[in-house]
Each structure stands twice: as structure tokens, then as C-alpha cells.
């Protein structure tokens, strides 16, 4: 069993930057890729990003692509996104969420999600 804990969700203005931070508790955390999600008001969950277990392989959605960075601190149990340029199409609820497969894009993949930060961008 794993646990997930979001926080650095928050209100910015367009152009500006929050780093999400994800805590993971629970098993042994360097056997889990780990990804973040969004979910916006009214549209379906969809993937942000993700990193492997060692951290080597990241993957982006092409929405994120240059403006996020997705990294993991296997000695603090912790992963972050890292989120610059925002915009207003950025406004969602993020996820982290935890697989013992390999990295992957699909939200059926992951067995374990935290609650949730929420995003606000303002224009």
C-alpha cells in the first residue's frame, strides 16, 4: 500500500510558476513510477507527466511539453512537478499517482492516487 500527499497547489497569475510536490509514504517508493493528473471542471482526467522509478525516462503530454519538468527524490519519497508559463487552460485539480509497473500515460496503469491540489491560473 502506498500513500500519496499533495500540496504546493495554489493561485497564480498567467506566466508564473508553482512547484507541486507529491509525499509518498508507505512501501518501498523507488519500486513505483510516479505521474501527475489534472482534471479540470467539467473535461476527463488526463495525464500531465510521468518518471520512472530511477528517474532516467520522463514523459510529458504535448499541452506541458517545455514548460513542466517532472523529477523524483528517491531519498525523500518525494516527486514534483515543477510548472512554469502557466495559463489559464492550466486550472485543474492535479493528481499524483503511483504504478509498481513501468512509466506509463495511461491513468488505468496507476494503483495508487492522492487526493488532489488545486491549480488556479488567473489571466
Known amino acids: 500500500q502506498v500513500q500519496l500527499v499533495e500540496s504546493g497547489g495554489g493561485l497564480v497569475q498567467a506566466g508564473g510558476s508553482l512547484r507541486l510536490s507529491c509525499a509518498a509514504s508507505?512501501?518501498?517508493?523507488?519500486?513505483?513510477?510516479m505521474a501527475w493528473f489534472r482534471q479540470a471542471p467539467g473535461k476527463e482526467r488526463e495525464f500531465v507527466a510521468a518518471?520512472?522509478?530511477?528517474?532516467?525516462?520522463?514523459n510529458f503530454a504535448a499541452s506541458v511539453k517545455g514548460r513542466f519538468t517532472i523529477s523524483r527524490d528517491n531519498a525523500k519519497n518525494t516527486v514534483y512537478l515543477q510548472m512554469n508559463g502557466l495559463i489559464p487552460e492550466d486550472t485543474a485539480v492535479y493528481y499524483c499517482?503511483?504504478?509498481?509497473?513501468?512509466?506509463?500515460?495511461?491513468?488505468?496503469?496507476?494503483?495508487?492516487w492522492g487526493q488532489g491540489t488545486q491549480v488556479t491560473v488567473s489571466s
Open positions: 508507505g512501501r518501498a517508493f523507488r519500486g513505483y513510477a
Open positions: 518518471v520512472s522509478r530511477s528517474g532516467i525516462t520522463t
Open positions: 499517482a503511483a504504478t509498481a509497473n513501468a512509466i506509463s500515460n495511461t491513468g488505468g496503469t496507476y494503483d495508487y
